[in-house]
Nanobody
Framework: QVHLVESGGGLVQAGGSLRLSCVAS????????MAWYRQAPGKQREWVAS???????NYADSVKGRFTISRDNAKNTAYLQMSSLKPEDSGVYYC?????????WGQGTQVTVSS
């Protein structure tokens, strides 16, 4: 069982920035695909961004150009740098770790963007 711990959420004004971190207790972090998802109240969880073990990144259209996902394999940590935040970016952000067909989730960190 992989244990993921997210941090870095908080309250920020529209246009501001936040950086989320996700530390994974994984022996296979280097080869994992790490991703960030978010869930707003009353809505389904949605994929935000992902980075493969080969550092290939992908982003949802809604965050492209504003968010940057990265990873530090030496620290078993994935990051999500969020800039130009909008109120619609608010929600609980979850970290996801996938190796093969096995996925694990963190407990989430709340991001609230005020207008």
């Amino acid at each position: 069982q992989v244990h993921l711990v997210e941090s870095g959420g908080g309250l920020v004004q529209a246009g501001g920035s936040l950086r989320l971190s996700c530390v994974a207790s994984s022996n296979f972090f280097r080869i994992s695909t790490m991703a960030w998802y978010r869930q707003a109240p009353g809505k389904q969880r949605e994929w935000v961004a992902s980075v493969t073990g080969g550092d290939v990144t992908n982003y949802a259209d809604s965050v492209k150009g504003r968010f940057t996902i990265s990873r530090d394999n030496a620290k078993n940590t994935a990051y999500l740098q969020m800039s130009s935040l909008k109120p619609e970016d608010s929600g609980v952000y979850y970290c996801n770790h996938v190796v093969g067909t096995i996925g694990s989730w963190g407990q989430g960190t709340q991001v609230t963007v005020s207008s």
